[in-house]
């Protein structure tokens, strides 16, 4: 399958301070990429959808302003978590999609915020 | 609101045995269905797609679609340990450019 990667796969940060994670299609390109954000023992959440020179189209509930998502290239998605709070703790995870069907998953990012 | 519903488990099989774990979707206008397996503590990674009514077989897995019934499952033969996983089902309208919806999972737990 087509490889995603992400970096960095660990971050531990203040209170306070921003954190940009970026996800990568290493053999593909990617005109959307999405962002999704898991908690221990739930289901992924979908919180935005990444499209390649475009704005990010965002999931209700999800703050565009805390959560700055950039898609400058077809190889490049970043996610900055601006003025990061505990409760934004979470295991951050990417995906790209193929042919405009299949979606392959970055290794994930875990954030921790202290 | 589209729902992907699956029993969270976990699912014990013996080592060897089958493992069939099931998926049922809200969304009529669903078309393209998949299983993925999530390890504890890591991201999901595909396991196959399946688009059309009946079975699809990759390896020892085993898709199965019924659009009329709006019900997915996913078979594994001769179950491993290294099968023990988190397995998600995942629904997208139509084909091209929508999101996937993602059930919360089935945990499923091989015995040696």
């Known amino acids: 399958g087509a490889v995603v990667s992400q970096h960095p796969s660990w971050v531990i940060c203040k209170s306070g301070t921003s954190v940009k994670i970026e996800c990568r299609s290493l053999?593909?390109?990617?005109?959307?990429m999405f962002w999704y954000r898991q908690f221990p023992k739930q289901s992924l959440m979908l919180m935005a959808t990444s499209n390649e020179g475009s704005k990010a189209t965002y999931e209700q509930g999800v703050e565009k302003d805390k959560f700055l998502i950039n898609h400058a290239s077809l190889t490049l998605s970043t996610l900055t978590v601006t003025s990061a709070h505990p409760e934004d703790s979470s295991f951050y995870i990417c995906s790209a999609r193929i042919d405009g069907e299949t979606q392959y998953f970055g290794p994930g990012t875990r954030l921790l915020v202290l | 609101q589209k729902e992907v519903e699956q029993n969270s488990g976990p699912l014990s099989v013996p080592e060897g045995a089958i493992a069939s774990l099931n998926c049922t979707y809200s969304d009529r206008g669903s078309q393209s269905f998949f299983w993925y397996r999530q390890y504890s503590g890591k991201s999901p990674e595909l396991i196959m797609f399946?688009?059309?009514?009946g079975d699809k077989e990759d390896g020892r897995f085993t898709a199965q679609l019924n659009k009329a019934s709006q019900y997915v499952s996913l078979l594994i033969r001769d179950s491993q340990p290294s099968d023990s996983a988190t397995y998600l089902c995942a629904v997208k309208e139509g084909r091209g450019y929508s999101t996937l919806t993602f059930g919360k999972g089935t945990m499923l737990l091989v015995s040696p």
């Open positions: 399946i688009y059309s009514n």
């Open positions: 053999d593909f390109q990617a005109t959307t």
